[in-house]
């Protein structure tokens, strides 16, 4: 009995054996390569610390690094406040027609990328259609420019809000209404509710979704890229140029920028994690 | 105070407003981009001035297209397969009779999360644009990280699948029916689990369609899918690349709609209570 299971053990660790190549081929090792790259100089020799000197000090890189932290906090912040809002104006509607909006925000976290500077380009491009309208309208401070960090910023907070939607969705409605009609029978006004115990229930997953929209900010390219071909200094946009782009490659600094922007997403998530457990233990 | 009012008539009206306002929102870029697919000129006007389906014709007899339809349904094809044949028995073995493993194979999966695509590009560029593994600008490559990719919806979706139709009652059961073990998780588990391994591949599919940085980067022009056919076009002819982007999103509708129709089929084994330890009938 006792070998005839150890045998079948073995036949179970084998079969683990392909999944594990394919980690080590297509995740481990290239990690492993880049983090050894980022500590070479450039041409792949020696061990240096030169490239993290240079992607920290530099102000063509620091200023993508700021400029990136900037753009995922400020549409994070935005999405998730619109998505919050959002999302429970959906709960107040009966099941069929919340799962239908649902839905339909749930399928536009694929309108994203190149499709979706598109769209964008049409809508707010020079001659967009609400460009051209809003001027139409005489509603000129309604316009601004698709190619400019105001424009960019738009597309992101696009692009986090279906997504903010569906990681907030189920916390809000757990929120039940048998708690609205509670407080308010002892006494709480909308308000009151909403800052004594909607939020605070809803603080954990608010972070938790906040961190997911941060890093999907960070780690975005594909939107930047295609709407003006490499004229945002952000920080993918560097990385992306540094390792794939025409001019020569310069692999080890790409690697060390990498590895800052996954160091970045990384405290963000710890810091996220602190704060959390404090806001519970302050309650 | 306004006690159990359940629908202030102020309420409804903003509900309604911001819903109108959110979905409005997300929906507008798809819908300018269709109407500029069927349009014949809309340069500096608010409406176009004409429309036709002319776009479409093009679109499908351009032949640079239907080739970056077929390679993108090629890698999707043979990532989903591999995906399927590899991660399935994984997951399958790790839940049911390595537990302690369990842990650990959730925080791998979710890895790709954590790790944006521009980021993962840099190692792979750096280990297969040589030689030994020069893999990279061909569609090994994209194989390869898009099997990663997609971990985390294969994962969950057969992980839920599993625990659903109560995978180790159902291994017993079939046990002391006679079978085998290999037997008893063709025959019995498989057919079982497949409204989840559907759900897992069609999500798969739908990421792998719209995936554009890492193909771009890992092998851009010289295995052009869909993405970067897309990203040629939208600097050369805006026609065809809003018609692309209309064509790409109506397979996005099938696929979630397909989603849809499998997530929320009931597993189909008839099992006895949870706490019951009676044989499925």
Known sequence: MAG?????????????????????????????????????????????????????????????????????????????????????SFTTFSAKMRDRMLNISNIMTNFAG?????????????????????????????????????????????????????????????????????????????????????????????????????ANAMGAYATAYALVTQNFNLLPIQIGGMVAGDVFPRVELGSALAIILFLILAIALFINEKMLRLARKGQ | MHTAEKKKPAGRVWHLFVVIVILTFLLLPLLVTFLFSISTVWENTIMPLGLTF?????????????????????????????????????????????????????????????IPGVVAAVGLIKLYS??????????????????????????????????????????????????????????????????????????????????????NMLVGGSYEVVQVYLFHMLGTDGHLSSATIVTFFALIFILFALVLKFGNRKPQAKLPSDDGKEEPA
């Open chain 2, 54 to 114: 002319d776009a479409y014709t093009n679109l499908f007899s351009d032949e640079r297209f239907l080739f970056a339809l077929g390679r993108s349904f090629l890698v999707a094809v043979i990532t989903v397969a591999l995906s399927l044949i590899i991660m399935v028995p994984t997951i399958f073995i790790v839940s049911l009779y390595i537990p302690r493993l369990e842990k650990w194979l959730q925080t791998v999966v979710l890895l790709p999360f954590a």
């Open chain 2, 130 to 215: 040589s030689p030994p593994f020069a893999i990279s600008g061909t569609i090994w490559i994209l194989i390869g990280v898009y099997f990663i990719i997609i971990l985390p919806y294969v994962y969950q979706s057969t992980r839920n699948s599993l625990r659903s139709v109560n995978a180790e009652e159902l291994m017993e059961a079939a046990e002391v029916l006679g079978a085998g073990k290999s037997r008893a998780f063709i025959r019995v588990i498989l057919p079982n689990i497949m409204p989840g391994i559907i759900v897992a591949s069609l999500l798969s599919f739908s990421i792998i369609f719209g995936e554009f940085v890492l193909a």
């Open chain 1, 114 to 214: 190149v499709p979706l500077a598109f769209g964008f380009m049409i809508l707010f491009g020079i001659n967009g259609m609400l460009t051209l309208l809003f001027k139409k309208l005489g509603l000129s401070f309604l316009v601004f420019d698709l190619y400019s960090w105001t424009g960019l910023a738009w597309v992101y907070i696009y692009f986090q809000i279906p997504v903010a939607i569906l990681l907030i969705y189920p916390s809000l409605y757990a929120i039940k209404q048998e708690w609205k009609e509670s407080a308010a029978l002892l006494g709480a006004n909308t308000w009151q509710f909403w800052q004594r115990i909607g939020v605070p229930v809803l603080l954990p997953a608010i972070a938790g979704t906040f961190s997911v929209l941060f």
């Open chain 1, 4 to 88: 005839r299971s150890t045998s079948q053990h073995k036949i179970r660790l084998l079969l683990l054996i392909p999944f594990l190549l394919w980690l080590f081929a297509f995740l481990l090792l290239p990690a492993i390569m880049m983090v050894i790259s980022s500590f070479q100089n450039e041409g792949g020799q020696g061990f240096t610390l030169g490239q993290y000197v240079k992607g920290l000090t530099h102000p063509l890189y620091t200023t993508a690094i700021k400029n990136s932290v900037i753009l995922s906090l400020v549409s994070a912040l935005v999405g998730i406040t619109v998505a919050v809002i959002g999302a429970y």
